[in-house]
């Protein structure tokens, strides 16, 4: 059964996440009060409307509270998503998820209900940092503020080790959840593993931990 999605804001942020879901084979109603937005989306959402997400009677019309979840992408008009918010928590939208403009706007979001809460730019920018300051981080997702998942590429210290003669449970508080070996992906590897030049670990810790593993093997 196909899950069904709402976008609210067409702008870049909510724009890409329009177009992946539908490329997913997801429902998607795409809402924007910008007619020309809406248009360039009518051909990849299920459904493209033109509305004002800030008019509670407009979202029942639209029947959002039967969505299982709503994605609030309303760009620089803090009060508009702050609005929007609070609409679908009291109509009862099974989950929302925001985008913030700033600290302060994510928690006024958690206050009033938001279930996630995203910082597009923020974190992209912490991503390209982790990525610049060490060419073995090949990737790195935010789980929370202190804990998050880094795709690490196995270098000459690590490369020929097993995970439990490499002992980094232990030493640094992380644990690999999976390693990457060409198109094959093992994921909970047992202790005994031999970690290959190529490799690319997954690594899910807290981040003062993966940064102290960072300085010291790669």
């Known amino acids: 059964m196909k899950r069904e999605f709402a976008v609210i804001g067409l702008g870049r942020f909510g724009g890409s996440i329009c177009e992946e879901l539908s490329q997913q084979g997801m429902q998607v109603m795409a809402i924007d009060s910008d007619e020309e937005r809406v248009n360039k989306f009518s051909s990849i959402a299920s459904h493209a409307v033109v509305a004002d997400a800030t008019d509670e009677l407009v979202l029942k019309s639209l029947g959002i509270r ?85 795709e690490i590429a196995v270098n000459e210290k690590l490369g020929g080790k097993t995970i439990i003669g490499m002992n980094i449970r232990a030493k640094y508080g992380i644990n690999i959840v999976a390693i990457k070996r060409g198109n094959e992906i093992i994921v909970s590897p047992q202790a005994d593993e031999l970690i290959k030049i190529g490799d690319v670990l997954i690594v899910i810790g807290a981040d003062s931990d993966i940064n102290r593993f960072e300085k010291k093997v790669l």
């Open 66 to 150: 039967n969505f299982d979840h709503v994605i609030v992408a309303i760009g620089d008009d803090i009060q508009a998503s702050i609005l929007a918010t609070l609409i679908l928590k009291d109509l009862g939208v099974n989950k929302i998820t925001a985008k913030a403009q700033n600290d302060y706007h994510e928690k006024v979001l958690r206050k009033i209900g938001a279930d996630n809460v995203v910082h597009p730019e923020r974190d992209m920018g912490r991503r390209i940092a982790h990525n610049i300051i060490s060419k073995n981080v090949l990737d790195y997702l935010e789980l929370s503020d202190e804990h998050s998942i880094v």
